[in-house]
C-alpha cells in the first residue's frame, strides 16, 4: 500500500503524487501516469503492483494544474469530465504538465539510484510516447492505448528510449489505420496489438479483457527487467 507525498515542479508548481515503495532496496523505478479519470484506486493498484514485482513507483497526479484531487470511476459522466479536463491540461501554456512527469522521474531516480521506465493508460499512454521523446532520465517506455498517439503528429516523434505500445484492433481513439501508420514510421517500437477494447486493462471498466491484460502485463515486466536491469 502506497502514500501520498508532495513533489515540486521545476515552475515551482507542487502537486501529489501517489509513491509505492518495494519491500527491500528497488531494482529500478517506474513512474505510472493515469488515465482521465485520475490518480484513483486502479492507477494506485497498478503502482502498487509495480512495487510487489521490486520497482519504486510513482502515479503523479497530472490534473493537479487544473483541478485538485480528481479520482473518480468509470461512467459516462466522469468520461465527459475527464476529456474536459485533459483538453484542459493540454492547452496550458510552455511545459505544462510534463514538467510534473518530469519531476517525477527525476525523485524516483534519485530515490531508487536505479534507471526509471514510464508507463501510460489512456490518455497517460499518449504523455509516455511523448515523454519518450520530450523528457530526459527514462530509460524505456510503455504506452497502453495511447489516445491520440497515432495521429500523424504524434507518429512524426522520435522517441530517445525503447518502446513497447500496447494497442487494440477496435479503439476508436487509436484507430487501426493509424496503429498500422504507426508501426510502418517506427519499426524500432514494438507494438502489441489486442482484440480487446480501449481499457482493456483495466479490471473496473467494461472493457477489461483477463487474457489480453495479463498477456500485456508478462510482456511489460519482461520489457522493464530488460531495459532498466
Known amino acids: 500500500m502506497g502514500k501520498f507525498i508532495d513533489l515540486k515542479a521545476a515552475d515551482g508548481f507542487t502537486f501529489p503524487a501517489y509513491v509505492a515503495e518495494p519491500a527491500g532496496k528497488p531494482k529500478a523505478a517506474v513512474v505510472v501516469l493515469q488515465e482521465i479519470f485520475g490518480v484513483n484506486s486502479h492507477i494506485q493498484q497498478v503502482t502498487d503492483r509495480f512495487a510487489a514485482q521490486g520497482y519504486l513507483a510513482i502515479a503523479p497526479a497530472i490534473f493537479e494544474r487544473v483541478e485538485k484531487g480528481v479520482d473518480t470511476g468509470y461512467n459516462e459522466a466522469t468520461m465527459k469530465a475527464g476529456i474536459a479536463l485533459k483538453a484542459a491540461v493540454m492547452a496550458l501554456p510552455g511545459a505544462g504538465i510534463m514538467q510534473d512527469v518530469q519531476a517525477s522521474i527525476d525523485h524516483v531516480a534519485k530515490a531508487s539510484g536505479g534507471k526509471v521506465g514510464i508507463i501510460g493508460f489512456c ?51 487509436a484507430p487501426m489505420e493509424g496503429v498500422n501508420a504507426l508501426i510502418k514510421a517506427h519499426p524500432e517500437v514494438e507494438v502489441h496489438v489486442y482484440n480487446a477494447d480501449h481499457g482493456f486493462n483495466c479490471d473496473q471498466r467494461g472493457a477489461y479483457n483477463e487474457e489480453a491484460a495479463t498477456k500485456a502485463r508478462g510482456l511489460t515486466l519482461a520489457f522493464f527487467a530488460k531495459h532498466l536491469a
Open 123 to 173: 490518455f497517460g499512454g499518449l504523455l509516455a510516447w511523448q515523454a519518450a521523446e520530450k523528457l530526459s532520465g527514462l530509460s524505456a517506455s510503455v504506452p497502453y492505448y495511447g489516445g491520440g498517439m497515432v495521429a500523424p503528429e504524434e507518429i512524426a516523434r522520435k522517441p530517445k528510449v525503447p518502446v513497447m505500445a500496447h494497442l487494440s484492433d477496435h479503439d476508436h481513439s
